[in-house]
């Protein structure tokens, strides 16, 4: 018998409507009340875009109610919050009352992707890289306790959602994550950590801080990454470092293996050469 995925806990169904999961990419009303004592804080503002977050997760239409649960604002502030942002065209209301983003909000992704000289140089570089050895390949970058996706192999046949560019993945969970983070100072690292809440995407995903301790400790150690089956089943992918010019690690990317699983030791004689002289190449290109 075929075991289903775990799903993550503290999900909840809304009236009427689709499960509602956590998503890295929502901004928690607990992240605004961090700072309602601060004078120049705006918080009509966070609320705003933790709406125009909410709406992010998968492309769904959301009722009022559903955003209101994923962030956790109130049903009022939410709905001035989607009507602001449907009458500036970032978002629209279907027949059902539903809501969806527009293709407007995509200026916010080009004008950073634009602006950002590593993920302009990594895609050439991941696009050869994918040819040689046949398999998708991305590039992401650390921000907070996320790793979010820069770029990826135009020749890429993953389909899953989550690994599409701009989209952020809890690090714990990705080859990518787990190189970057081994790679921190050692108290940076114990922080981490100590705050890190775990959630199992899958029956074969690490569910403990000490299993995460013990495997980042062997990522060091060995100077790559490899996980099977963290947050998607029959996918695993194997991560290396990018550091720039003056030895920063500023990024990391990864070979990705969909719909047949192969065991580490495979994944390393057939891909990690090729993935280090990929990083190599793109590293020699950045500059702090």
Do not use: W
């Not at 928690?28 to 918080?43: G, N, Q």
């Not at 690994?163 to 790679?183: D, E, F, K, M």
Request: with cysteine; aromatic share 6%; charged share 20%.
């Amino acid at each position: 018998m075929t075991q289903r995925p775990i799903e993550p806990t503290g999900h909840s169904r809304v009236a009427g409507g689709p499960a509602i999961f956590p998503d890295p990419n929502t901004l928690p009303i607990a992240k605004i009340d961090e700072f309602c004592d601060d004078p120049d804080f705006v918080t009509s503002l966070a609320r705003g875009l933790a709406v125009l977050l909410a709406l992010s997760d998968k492309k769904r239409h959301l009722s009022i109610a559903q955003v209101s649960y994923c962030t956790g604002i109130p049903r009022a502030a939410v709905r001035r919050s989607l009507l602001t942002l449907a009458k500036l065209g970032f978002a629209a209301c279907d027949d059902t009352h539903q809501f969806y983003l527009r293709p407007r909000v995509l200026s916010f992704s080009h004008a950073y992707l634009s602006a950002s000289p590593i993920s302009m140089l990594a895609q050439p570089v991941l696009d050869r890289l994918s040819e040689s050895i046949g398999e998708a390949c991305s590039l992401a970058v650390m921000d907070g306790d996320d790793i979010v996706y820069l770029c990826r192999s135009t020749s890429s046949r993953i389909m899953s959602p989550i690994l599409n560019v701009g989209r952020r993945q809890p690090a714990y969970c990705t080859s990518l994550g787990n190189i970057l983070l081994s790679l921190l100072p050692q108290q940076e690292l114990d922080a981490y950590l100590n705050r890190v809440h775990i959630l199992p995407f899958t029956p074969y995903a690490i569910d403990t801080v000490a299993k995460l301790r013990v495997l980042l400790d062997k990522v060091r150690e060995v100077g790559y990454s490899f996980m099977s089956q963290q947050t998607v089943l029959l996918l695993c992918s194997l991560a290396v470092p990018v550091s720039d010019t003056s030895g920063n690690h500023v990024a990391a990317i990864n070979v990705i293996r969909q719909g047949q699983l192969l065991e580490v030791d495979e994944m390393t004689a057939r891909f990690l050469v090729p993935l280090q002289n990929a990083a190599r190449e793109l590293g020699a290109l950045l500059t702090p």
